[in-house]
């Protein structure tokens, strides 16, 4: 029994002394050799980070082909947004399209998820590789309609709303949609 | 020299005053730390560097680290410090302090006695020699603390494996 | 009278030295930053300044521009007092360290105790510091430190010894002078190995930060601590380091003294050299190692150092009293 006891005592000092060189002294100079591997810091603002195009940053409103409006104020983002950032309210332009009034983006809430460009049925909001949006007042971090909406289509070109949609705008009545049948005339007999 | 003495002396007592009138038990630790530095200044000042860097690292450097480890496991409150303030009330203090003062008059004679007769030059006891006295005529003592101390360490090591 | 005598430089000297191991403390802020972010593939704080080395100025205007904010329910004397006796203490062991001939504030014939003297009451900044916060992390950190530095100032005393009989005498100076042909490390090696271990657990520094780990307590002993009252701990820290860093080159390195007998650099330079590559490896210890758990380290300390550095000793005296 006794001869057992020193014996583990002897391995425990023995498996000590090993794992003492083994262990921290290899981790030692395992670290110290990182002294001659590059860097992967990048120098910010002097070098700026390469950004994948599909990178979730600032939020734009995107306009169709035709460079019209694409939202068309159906609030499913702001319904999927899920700190309520996105505020927007409907309105009708004389020509029948609907468009958003107001649409406002809290961007000190926004938390860059991306919800609100999975949600939207017309590809208008999308998500752009920008992350540059520091601001001195929070007040300044609420953008309106003006500050979202750019000029051109974003990350999808082709995607025209109102040229599928059924809906009659001015320069589109019914029927004459994108692979869409003339209205049939219900009071109609004939074939 | 003296003058360390003197300095060493008078914080001494000044902090050891400081010890037992405080009523908040770290503040009193603290200054019981003092006292004891300043005593080790004394021995400094009177030639025994060694026996000053002992006091410095065996009484001030452990056993009242030691001290204020009991203190911190206690929790000691404001309540604490209410009661010690309602049990040293000023009158209390008469009694002691009238036998203290007795017997520092009858001290004070004999200590002038002393100091005008062994009013000896600065020597510096070094460790050599004190570790010679140590192992020379007082191995025994020596010894016999080891012995002590070892008992000590068995009962609490007794006491911790239970 | 005594201490006219051991006295070594003279007023500029000290005053020197004094500035001198303030300014290197308040720069191996930097330093570590920047060696740690070489370790870890970064690059660390290279914008203030060149190379980033303003950056210690920085951040010195950063902490006392802080409010000095005592909380209303700590002891307001102990929580003052905790990060002064840090400072004080360190920079009192450094008194008796001798950088080179000349060079050095107080030749002690008592060095080595007073050292572990100072380093016995650093135990006292931690635990006040701890207890005067009124606060559970902070009380937890400095029940730890009291523990771990009570019981590593044992291993530290007892691995110094043996250098101390190698040289037969307890100042300092006269240990590097005693080493001109022939460092205490190849003797000592163990004892080396236990007082930087000990060294490292007495700083409190990773990996044996137990005090102050921010993982588990907050920051330990120094959580209610802002400004300049944390910046005392901050540079204290890094002066012990420095402080650590010069002991073990004077006890096991041969203080000024080149290695063979090589005198190519002067003396204080050899110093600054041995130091330095100190402080860089303590610096790596602290990017490698993790972090053992608390009963780990008081197991390690006192069921593996403890009874090796009594072994060193009896070896060492065996060994001495063969030799005569």
Redesign the interface.
Known sequence: MSTARKNSALTTLAVLVRDTLTSQVVTLWKVFRHLWVPTDTVQYPEQQPAMASRWRGRIVLTRDPDGEERCVACNLCAVACPVDCIALQKTEDESGRWKPEFFRINFSRCIMCGFCEEACPTNAIQLTPDFEMAEYKRQDMVWEKEDLLISGTGKYHDTNFYRVAGKAVAGKDKGEARNEAQPVDVRSLLP | ?SELFYAGGLIAIVSTLLVIVQS?V??AL?YL?LSL?AVAVVFFSL?A??VA??E??VY???IM??F??V???LNLGQASRDQERAWLPPRVWIVPCTLVLVLLGMLLPQIFEIAAVTNSP?V?V??KAVSAELFGPYVLAVELGSFLLLAGLISAYHIAKR | ??WIEWQVGSGLNIASILLVVIVVAAMLIWVERRLLGFWQDRLGPNRVGPFGLLQVVADMIKIFTKEDWVPPFA?R??FV?APTIIMIVILLSFSVVPFAPGVGVVD???GV??V??M???G??SV??G???SDNKYA?LG??RA??Q??SY?VFM?ISLLGVVALAGT?NLREIVEVQENGWFVVPQFVGFLIFLIAGVAESHRLPFDIPEAEQEICAGYHTEYSGMKFGMFFVGEYLGLVLISSLITVLFFGGWHGPFGIGLLPPLVWFALKASAFIAFFILLRAAIPRPRYDQLMSYGWLFLLPLSLINLLVTGVVILAAN
């Open positions: 020299m908040n770290v503040h603290i730390v530095l030639g560097p060694f860097l002992l410095a690292i001030a450097g452990a680290v030691l204020l480890f203190v911190m496991m600065f510096e070094g460790v | 009278m005594g002891d004397f102990s007092l002690s014939n008592v105790l007073f572990l003297a380093a016995s009451l135990a006292y635990m006040l701890g207890l005067s009380l400095s029940l009291a523990a530095m009570v100032e005393g307890f």
